[in-house]
Each structure stands twice: as structure tokens, then as C-alpha cells.
């Protein structure tokens, strides 16, 4: 199993923010063929306050052919292109072998 992370500094508008990566985002990611697992987590700080970075996403894929041929499908090439003019400057894309048991 592979997996492609994203993780998001805070935007100046939050909300703004959230609603696009919602709203249009997201949708376009859940259309990307060979998608086993998606995980979005809201990052905290443990004493309050906001943590930065304050996103993170996880794709999960079985292989890493089954990664690159999501990456390059039209809802792959979508996201991408979605990606870079929301989220751009405030994004950074990791991938990743899982070892271990993903539950």
C-alpha cells in the first residue's frame, strides 16, 4: 500500500478555505481511480490556540502504478490543476510506503 499526503499551512481565510476544499476539491480527489483510502484530519495544537499546519490528507492507493495512474487521469490531472490555484502556496504533496497494517 502507498499513499500521497498533502498537508496545508493555514490560510489567511479559513473558511474560504475549507468551503472550496469541500465543496470542489475533495469530489474531484474521490474520482481518482484505484482511490482505496481517503483520510482528512484537522490538526490541533494541545493546548489550544490553532496548530500550523492545521491540514492534512491522505490518499491511499494498493500500488504505486495504481498511484501514478490516478495521478495521471483526467480526475487526477483536475485535482492537480485544482490544487495549484486554491491551494498552491500553501500546500505540500509527500508520498509515502505504508509498512504496517492500515486498520
Not at 472550496?20 to 495544537?45: A, I, T
Not at 492507493?61 to 490543476?81: I, N, P, Q, V, W
Not at 509527500?94 to 486498520?103: C, H, I, Q
Amino acid at each position: 500500500m502507498v499513499k500521497m499526503v498533502a498537508l496545508y499551512r493555514r490560510p489567511a481565510d479559513v473558511q474560504a478555505f475549507l468551503a472550496h476544499y469541500e465543496q470542489v476539491h475533495l469530489p474531484l480527489v474521490r474520482q481518482m481511480p484505484g482511490l482505496v483510502r481517503l483520510e482528512v484530519s484537522r490538526l490541533f495544537h494541545p493546548r489550544g490556540g490553532s496548530a500550523n499546519p492545521f491540514l492534512l490528507t491522505e490518499m491511499y492507493f494498493d500500488t504505486r502504478e495504481s498511484l501514478f495512474a490516478a495521478m495521471d487521469s483526467e480526475a487526477g490531472r483536475k485535482s492537480g490543476e485544482d490544487l495549484r490555484a486554491f491551494a498552491g502556496d500553501l500546500v505540500q504533496i509527500y508520498f509515502a510506503d505504508v509498512e504496517g497494517e492500515v486498520l
